[in-house]
């Protein structure tokens, strides 16, 4: 009996060990199972996460691209909208130096027109210099004006060829007598037949003998009023001379002072010391005398 009952209880002890081996090994299954389960859930919520990370990446980057692109499209109409403001203040800037010009203009010619006093300038570059008094310059331009600068008289020149610009003489088409010059000697710019224009100082007081004898294309000629002396044959054979104004009260004049000319002379209006004994023809062929 005692055999029987041991053999019994060993089998139940081995039915039991089984029991618990199966429930161990279902339990390890289990475990297994969800750890796989879990590890599926964790790799979905990472790649979850990650696609979501990359999608508010890529909209970070969408709004970043929008502002850069509302950025840029901002800076050029800035960019414009400068260069079209820029472009107008230039214009407007233009147009007031265009209409300050023509004023200009427009002045300069009412200037022009109210006054017969010619205005000669220098152009080019200096040829030819040197001494014409004891205070007086002379300076010969490229341009063809000859200009004397200084104070006083100038030098007494004894004969058509002794002036210290003879050798120029026919490269001279303006001269310009420079303020502070009191004097022009005789002969000085004889034989200049291509002067044109002449331009003297208020300074000027005397102009000599045949001082513009034979100028044959000087056509006008404005004398200053402070002039009181005209020397003989000053205009003596200036074929051209059509026109003489004088600015201020009458000259003395020497004799044959428009030899051979055909011109108009005019003279201030209500100046008393132009009167009949003065307006003579001095030599011309004909002479109209004007107030102007």
Known sequence: MARVFGASRQNKNMKNMKRIFALFLILALSV??????????????TASGAAAGTSA????????????????????ETESSKI?????????????????????ARTSSSTTSSSKKTTVTTSGTA???????????WTLYSGGTLEVSGSGEMEAFLGPDRSPWHDSVSDIEGVLIGEGVTEISMYAFAGCEELTEVSLPDS????????FRDCISLES?????????????????????TSVTFEGSAPEFGGSVFLYDT?????PEGESGWNSDVMQLYGAAD????AD
């Open 221 to 241: 000629i404005t004398i200053p009023s402070g002039v009181t002396e005209l020397g003989s044959m000053v205009f003596n054979g200036c074929e051209e001379l």
């Open 287 to 290: 002479i109209t005398w004007k």
């Open 57 to 76: 990446s890529a909209e970070t980057d969408e709004k970043s691209t929008a502002g850069t692109s509302k950025e840029t499209t901002s800076s050029k």
């Open 84 to 104: 079209t403001t820029s472009a107008k203040e230039s214009e407007t800037t233009d147009d007031a130096e265009t209409a300050s010009a023509g004023t200009s």
């Open 263 to 267: 011109l108009t002379v005019y003279y």
């Open 127 to 137: 040829v030819d210099s040197g001494s014409c008094g004891d205070d007086l310059e």
């Open 32 to 45: 297994t199972a969800l750890a796989a389960c879990g590890g599926e859930e964790t790799a979905e919520s």
């Open 204 to 211: 000027l007081r005397s102009i000599h003998d045949s001082a």
